[in-house]
């Protein structure tokens, strides 16, 4: 039977985005020049917003994320679809925050990989279950400093994730070692790293061709 990450769960007041928390790292990772950029799994559209390219494609299976998202004017083609499964093309960067781990992995990993032009950039973010020692480790910072910044954004009044209202909720994900053993196989030479707040990071560069 698999574990099922574990979190604290904090007083109403004191939630917060935890995404929101490693967007600006995420688009950091980005080329400083980017023609075409593909947002998997886009939520409610911002990350896709921020993300500097000439043209922004971001795609979600939820209809009801996608009229949400593109309420709001921008140069974004926003698309209503299963990403696994739509006609997409190739694009300079792809982005998946918070949306790999509703995929199944391997599968999803590789379609990321796929839509992934040559040279490309691949940037992920995700959710992974809490089930090794070095795991159980990292919640003794994880847990008090979740709370400490729940803390502090309740006393400036940026608390609250108002962007989970209607998003769907993943209690189950990979663990690292199958994330890393996925990777190995179909992204070699991906950059993985743990992170604070029950996330991971990845990073791809997808070969040139010669």
């Not at 909720?169 to 179909?186: K, S």
Request: charged fraction near 20%; aromatic fraction near 8%.
């Amino acid at each position: 039977m698999r574990a099922k990450p574990f979190k604290l769960q904090l007083p109403e007041k004191l939630w917060w985005d935890h995404n929101a928390w490693y967007r600006r790292w995420l688009l950091r990772q980005l080329p400083s020049r980017v023609r075409s950029a593909l947002d998997v799994g886009c939520g409610h559209g911002v990350l896709a917003r921020s993300i500097p390219a000439d043209e922004v494609t971001a795609i979600d299976a939820s209809e009801r994320m996608i009229e949400l998202a593109s309420a709001t004017n921008s140069r974004v083609r926003w698309i209503r679809g299963d990403v696994l499964t739509h006609d997409l093309g190739r694009y300079d960067v792809v982005t998946a925050e918070a949306s790999l781990h509703h995929l199944p992995l391997r599968e999803g990993l590789g379609r990321l990989a796929e839509l992934t032009a040559p040279g490309g950039t691949l940037v992920v973010v995700g959710l992974y279950l809490t089930t090794t020692p070095a795991d159980w480790a990292t919640e003794v910072v994880t847990l008090p400093a979740n709370a400490l910044v729940g803390l502090a954004k309740a006393v400036t009044g940026t608390a609250g994730k108002p962007y989970d209202v209607d998003m769907p909720v993943v209690m189950n994900a990979p663990t690292l070692a199958e994330i890393r053993a996925a990777a190995a196989e179909i992204v070699p030479g991906a950059r993985i790293r743990r992170c604070l707040f029950w996330r991971y990071s990845m990073v791809w560069h997808s070969p040139e061709v010669h």
